[in-house]
T-cell receptor, first 112, second 118 residues
Framework: SQQGEEDPQALSIQEGENATMNCSYK?????LQWYRQNSGRGLVHLIL?????REKHSGRLRVTLDTSKKSSSLLITASRAADTASYFC????????????FGQGTTLQVKP | GAVVSQHPSRVICKSGTSVKIECRSL??????MFWYRQFPKQSLMLMAT?????????EQGVEKDKFLINHASLTLSTLTVTSAHPEDSSFYIC??????????????FGNGTRLTVT
């Protein structure tokens, strides 16, 4: 079963612009993670934010988490053509085996 | 860094045959691995949790007799799609966590297997 929804489903921007993707989820969580997937490939972990954290940075990435609204956002600043990929949020829920449930994903296209 | 190797990357088989997909953790031990399925332009759907030395835990709606999972060692889990049908055509991806029991840690993914059943 899918945990949450992401919006937008697709996003197209110019190189240098910022890209913001949002994720909502339904159950209480241990943490929320963002992954990137290039077409036809596996997923690469980008960043993890714990349920007791509100914001986290890693390079050009900024993630926020609002547990009261059960939502998160991923901001990619100064985007590059190489950032073109699909981005998924995934949640690890309280009390389970550590499995991750993925959102629907946002397909990002960065035009050079 | 932690590497998960998945093999084969692509496989084409005929209806009614079985296909085995291997997932190996190359530089760490994984007592638990996760198998996902992904349809084109869609998200990942968790199929099952593979547990070393014990039976896999399947998600609701996933047929355990159809998708056989074996996790015989700390570095290898296999998924066998039995009596494959065209509707089983999909992208299958495995993943594992380096830190055993540490849920606040990321999953490492294989590069996936594209299965096409003709």
């Amino acid at each position: 079963s899918q945990q949450g929804e992401e919006d937008p489903q697709a996003l197209s921007i110019q190189e240098g612009e910022n890209a913001t993707m949002n994720c909502s989820y339904k159950t209480s969580i241990n943490n929320l993670q963002w992954y990137r997937q290039n077409s036809g490939r596996g997923l690469v972990h980008l960043i993890l934010i714990r349920s007791n954290e509100r914001e986290k940075h890693s390079g050009r990435l900024r993630v926020t988490l609002d547990t009261s609204k059960k939502s998160s956002s991923l901001l990619i600043t100064a985007s590059r053509a190489a950032d073109t990929a699909s981005y998924f949020c995934a949640t690890s829920s309280s009390g389970n085996t550590g499995k991750l449930i993925f959102g629907q994903g946002t397909t990002l296209q960065v035009k050079p | 860094g932690a590497v998960v190797s998945q093999h084969p990357s692509r496989v084409i088989c005929k209806s009614g045959t079985s296909v085995k997909i291997e997932c190996r953790s190359l530089d760490f031990q994984a007592t638990t691995m996760f198998w996902y399925r992904q349809f084109p332009k869609q998200s990942l759907m968790l199929m099952a949790t593979s547990n070393e030395g014990s039976k896999a835990t399947y998600e609701q709606g996933v047929e355990k007799d159809k998708f056989l999972i074996n996790h015989a060692s700390l570095t290898l889990s296999t998924l066998t799609v039995t009596s494959a049908h065209p509707e089983d055509s999909s992208f299958y991806i495995c993943s594992a966590r380096v830190l055993i029991g540490q849920y606040n840690s990321p999953l490492h993914f294989g590069n996936g297997t594209r299965l096409t059943v003709t």
